[in-house]
Nanobody
Framework: DVQLQAFGGGLVQAGGSLRLSCAASGFTSAFTFEDYSIGWFRQAPGKEREGLSCIDPSDGETWYADSVKGRITISRDNAKNTVYLQMNSVNPEDTAVYYC??????????????WGQGTLVTVSS
């Protein structure tokens, strides 16, 4: 099975930046990392999980939630089986556990999805 490991979280001051990474493994020769859409979600205490961004492998198209648009950038390095989430101008409302997600197709048309264990981001004011 596909396995995802998110890391790069930690404590950051408001206004600062950080980059999260999602390392993926467990692919087959028939279905490689490049066949998966990768997305980032977050869940703040007492709130539902929120989709932040995703990248479509078929055309490289990206999507961002309105709540973070302009402050985050998603990118992928297919050679390293890794997806990144660059976060800028963070604020305390960004405090959450951040998860990466892989779907074996496009972000909206897929058969299976996998989740990483999450990495905690805490923004101090």
């Amino acid at each position: 099975d596909v396995q995802l490991q998110a890391f790069g979280g930690g404590l950051v001051q408001a206004g600062g930046s950080l980059r999260l990474s999602c390392a993926a493994s467990g692919f087959t020769s028939a279905f490689t990392f490049e066949d998966y859409s990768i997305g980032w979600f977050r869940q703040a205490p007492g709130k539902e999980r929120e989709g932040l961004s995703c990248i479509d492998p078929s055309d490289g198209e990206t999507w961002y939630a309105d709540s973070v648009k302009g402050r985050i950038t998603i990118s992928r390095d297919n050679a390293k089986n890794t997806v990144y989430l660059q976060m800028n101008s963070v604020n305390p409302e960004d405090t959450a556990v951040y998860y990466c997600n892989a779907r074996d197709g496009t972000p909206l048309l897929y058969a299976n999805e996998y989740w990483g264990q999450g990495t905690l981001v805490t923004v101090s004011s």
